[in-house]
């Protein structure tokens, strides 16, 4: 069974930074593309990030140049650096199985983001 | 940058199919994704590459493509259906992955 597990969210300064991990099994993950997407209050779902099973980034124009996508496949885990935080980044964070050229298989529970003085 | 159009909301009395479209410049020639969205859950996939079913998924989800719409079609629509659904593409000219607004279907 597939399984996604994320942490590292919670409540930052605009401004700050945070990152966030997600501790994946059931799958081979050395070979599995890997993404980000998100999703504000109420909001529809907006595609983050993805880390081709090569290693190569793709970043949505909001994330590119503030986020950075990283695997450490000795621990099976993937992670979103987060920097320099604005109000707008609020929202649910879900890791992903695939979406690089395709579709996500698989999704976290996701862990909550809140951008906030 | 490629823009996919989904109407906000579908109405279908149980027992009905619904239908669900999304549209695209030439999304015909794109490998369409569709996923549920149940409220306060994360997303589920339902169809993927247009019209295949992910084990799992009921076979009242079908799913279509063709010119500038795809479609997500569910057949016998059951209480438990209702939710968000989103469709997703791959763009290939900007290499990012683009969703439509979602569609909240209610079964009346």
């Known amino acids: 069974e597939v399984q996604l597990l994320e942490s590292g969210g919670g409540l930052v300064q605009p401004g700050g930074s945070l990152r966030l991990s997600c501790a994946a099994s059931?799958?081979?993950?050395?070979?599995?593309?890997m993404s980000w997407v998100r999703q504000a209050p109420g909001k529809r779902l907006e595609w983050v990030s993805s880390l081709s099973a090569g290693d190569s980034p793709y970043y949505a124009d909001s994330a590119k140049g503030r986020f950075s996508i990283s695997r450490d496949n000795s621990k099976s885990t993937l992670y979103l650096q987060m920097n320099s935080l604005r109000a707008d980044d609020t929202a649910v964070y879900y890791c992903t199985q695939g979406g690089y050229r395709g579709y996500f298989e698989s999704w976290g529970q996701g862990t909550l983001v809140t951008v906030s003085s | 940058s490629y823009v996919l159009t989904q109407p906000p909301s579908v109405s279908v009395a149980p027992g009905q199919t619904a239908t669900i479209t999304c549209g695209g410049k030439?999304?015909?020639?794109?490998?369409v994704h569709w996923y549920q969205q149940k409220a306060g859950q994360a997303p589920v996939l339902v169809v993927y590459?247009?019209?295949d079913r992910p084990s799992g998924i009921p076979e009242r989800f079908s799913g279509s493509n063709s010119g500038n719409t795809a479609t997500l079609t569910i057949s016998r629509v059951e209480a438990g259906d209702e939710a968000d659904y989103y469709c997703q593409v791959w763009d290939n000219s900007s290499e990012h992955i683009v969703f439509g607004g979602g569609t909240k279907l209610t079964v009346l």
């Open positions: 030439n999304i015909g020639i794109k490998s």
């Open positions: 590459s247009d019209s």
């Open positions: 059931g799958f081979s993950f050395v070979t599995s593309p």
